[in-house]
């Protein structure tokens, strides 16, 4: 195992150019679930009433603090598909790698191991980059940290390495490579892949977040969150497969009706691996469903609080309310950032990937512009009809908040959500035309010099 260990360290310190990007893309993922994580493990570590000197008092009690654990742990959701895209860069490379340590006589589980610690020693260093920043906050705000925040300080900085060594290795279960440089993927004959391994890291931060409502509130107080949680989890699972179901559909419909050559090539692109857009769309759709429902909420809730306000009925202050509501703004706008951040990752690496094809297709007579217009309708296209699914929902939870909880307001249908889907859509073609430099350089004939 050690001398495993070595090998890994000395591949990553003479990666080329892609792969220290890929390294440090890794890193940032970690560093964002290590931060979100260290936060979230602090808060829990926190018993009962506790004056917290930052969020307008929003931290002081066990009920608010557990709905701030779950909106942090929630956060972890988009940094996973970062990560799963990081993992993806230079793929091709990586394998020819593996291909040449088995020409060297290492065997494919010892091959799996080397790239698993690969990503693991990346997964450290943004750990120990969050861990050190954690630390003194922590002490600025806390003069005297309990053993118990101590010890989940130490089990983030420890289990976010081991748990992406250990989804590395999950992810390459199925890979065989040759001495020969072949690469083999076995890949599933459905989504289920997917959707499952989606579905096992749910698990376990359902696990997280129902350790750390149980140990910072009341059971009715924790009720409500961990109930939000599950739910928003579940919508976030079901995503995958929408998005993989309508990526599939569309390219179906679309190839038998193209009349344009763009259309074409994305048509057929969508159809030959429509879970390639599984893994980019399914956390923009979850954004999407709780960014338009939030908007609903925010709506209605303001709109009762300062009514209350005015009428002097508030338990607190106005500004612990609105302090919450604009956190939960806040976060909703980073993870909306990191979910295009992978967007934009995931087209410039299927880009890279495909630039023989490319290559071939240019060489042929087909012009860049026809390749840029596919590039961005695969993903306008089944983007499109997702995300108004997805906005359709939250808009159904921002009326139905409006309906059941707008007392001392007159309760209004929150047409300002409907801006949502739109601007998510919006935003995601801009991620996607990020990779157009890209293309330009990728789909160059010289290219199949290589080939």
């Known amino acids: 195992m050690a001398a495993d260990v070595r090998l890994a360290w000395q591949l990553t ?12 893309l890794t890193a940032v993922g970690a560093a964002l679930a290590s931060g979100f994580s260290l936060a979230a493990a602090t808060l829990a570590s926190v018993r009962g009433y ?65 790239a698993a610690l690969e ?13 050190a920043v954690a630390v003194p906050v922590l002490l600025g705000l806390w003069a005297e940290p309990t053993v118990l925040a101590w010890v989940g300080l130490a089990l983030v900085a420890l289990g976010v390495p081991v748990l992406g060594a250990a989804a590395s290795a999950l992810a390459l279960r199925r890979v065989v490579a040759s001495p020969l440089g072949w690469v083999r993927r076995v890949r599933p004959s459905g989504g289920r892949g997917p959707g499952l391994l989606f579905a096992g890291a749910v698990v376990v931060v359902l696990l997280l977040a129902l350790w750390a409502v149980a140990n910072t509130s009341s059971t009715d107080r924790g009720q409500l969150p961990l109930t939000v949680f599950g739910l928003v989890l579940v919508v976030g699972a079901g995503t995958v497969w929408l998005a993989g179901g309508t990526a599939g559909l569309t390219g179906r419909l ?12 994305s048509a057929e692109r969508l159809r030959d691996d429509p879970w390639a857009a599984a893994r980019t769309h399914a956390a923009v759709l979850l954004v999407t469903i709780v960014g338009t429902g939030f908007v609903g909420v925010r709506q209605t809730f303001l709109a009762d609080v300062h009514a209350m306000d005015r009428e002097g009925h508030l338990g607190m202050r106005l500004s612990f ?24 990752v995931g ?26 217009r596919a590039l961005l309708l695969e993903t306008a296209l089944p983007l499109a009809p997702a995300v108004a699914l997805a906005g359709t929902g939250g808009m159904a939870i921002g009326i139905w908040y409006a309906s059941v909880a707008g007392d001392h307001a007159a309760p209004a249908v929150p047409w300002a959500a409907l801006l949502v ?31």
């Open 13 to 24: 310190r003479g990666s080329d150019r892609r792969e220290w990007w890929r390294v440090a």
């Open 119 to 131: 990503t693991g020693l990346a997964c450290l260093l943004g750990s120990l980059l969050a861990t």
């Open 50 to 114: 506790r004056h917290v000197s930052v969020g307008s008092g929003l931290l002081d009690n066990p009920g608010e603090r557990s709905g701030v654990i779950v909106c942090l742990l929630l956060l972890l959701v988009p940094v996973l598909g970062f990560l799963g895209q990081c993992a993806r860069i230079g793929a091709v490379y990586r394998d020819r790698r593996l291909a040449g340590l088995r020409l060297a006589g290492a065997t494919p589980a010892q091959v799996r191991r080397i």
């Open 321 to 344: 309310y609105t302090t919450g509501i604009d956190l939960t703004a806040a976060a909703i706008l980073v993870a909306l950032a990191i979910t295009l951040s992978g967007l934009a």
């Open 347 to 372: 087209t410039a690496e299927s880009l890279a990937n495909r630039r023989r094809g490319l290559a071939a297709q240019v060489a042929a007579g087909v012009p860049r512009a026809v390749l840029g």
């Open 421 to 451: 889907p739109v601007a998510v859509y919006t935003c995601c073609l801009l991620a996607a035309a990020t990779s157009l430099p890209l293309l330009r350089r990728s789909a160059h004939p010289a290219e199949l010099r290589y080939a």
């Open 254 to 265: 679309l190839a038998a009706r193209a009349r344009s050559a763009a259309t074409l090539i």
